[in-house]
């Protein structure tokens, strides 16, 4: 079975420093996705990054990007010049091809301090 | 562009009512409707998924049911509402056919049966 872990509950960053956001994940087969979402105080889920395993090359939005490291399922993000509106909860997530099922971690609260 | 649409947004009930929660999506044709419950500190669970009109997967057998009467609208039900059904609840959808698709979330109805 797939399954999506976050080890940190909570992180925070100062204005304009970098932080990286740790995800592990287990999964049996070959063809599958990650995703990391937040999920700002108005709870809407917003996408934020997606890398398909295929890839080798890292996926990058922005201020955003990730370390994806397969051999040892890891997937974390990291978050360049961070900014008072990335204060969210950022959940983690995959899915499988052909399942149309996300398997989401239980999340990690990121606070940006002023 | 395509947006995703949830009522209500809030919504306290008594222990025993029914339940029934909309999600319309617009600027897309045939999309994967899912409906996730997020627990307080918890992540998202997949509660039900529809890849076309009537048709409806389950992924967690509870009180809680779940229809697809027109392309784009899905609604959440229940006859009878528990303690345990309290949360906040996220409709989103994604392109039609693929499964790994991006999921595109709606603005979510908070939920608290009393």
């Known amino acids: 079975a797939q399954t999506v872990t976050q080890s940190q509950p909570e992180m925070s960053v100062q204005e304009a420093e970098t932080v990286t956001l740790s995800c592990t994940y287990d999964?049996?087969?070959?063809?599958?996705?990650l995703f990391w979402y937040k999920q700002p105080p108005s709870r809407q889920m917003i996408l934020v990054i997606r890398q398909e395993a295929y890839k080798q090359q890292n996926a990058t939005e922005n201020r955003f990007s990730v370390n994806f490291q397969k051999a040892a399922k890891s997937f974390s993000l990291k978050i360049s010049d961070s900014q008072l509106g990335d204060a969210a909860m950022y959940f983690c997530?995959?899915?499988?091809?052909?399942?149309?099922?996300?398997?989401f971690g239980t999340g990690t609260r990121l606070k940006v301090l002023a | 562009s395509q947006t995703i649409h949830q009522w209500p947004a809030t919504l306290v009930q008594p222990v025993g009512s029914p339940l029934s929660l909309e999600c319309t999506v617009e600027g897309t044709s045939n999309p994967n409707l899912y409906w996730y419950r997020q627990a307080a500190g918890r992540g998202l669970q997949l509660l039900f998924y529809s890849v076309g009109i009537g048709q409806i997967s389950s992924e967690v057998p509870q009180n809680l049911s779940a229809s697809r009467p027109q392309d784009r609208q899905f609604i959440l039900s229940s006859k009878k509402l528990l303690l345990s059904d309290s949360g906040f609840y996220l409709c989103a959808w994604s392109e039609e056919g693929e499964s790994t698709d991006t999921q595109y979330f709606g603005p979510g109805t908070r939920l608290t049966v009393l």
């Open positions: 999964t049996s087969e070959s063809d599958y996705y």
């Open positions: 997530a995959s899915t499988t091809s052909g399942t149309y099922k996300y398997i």
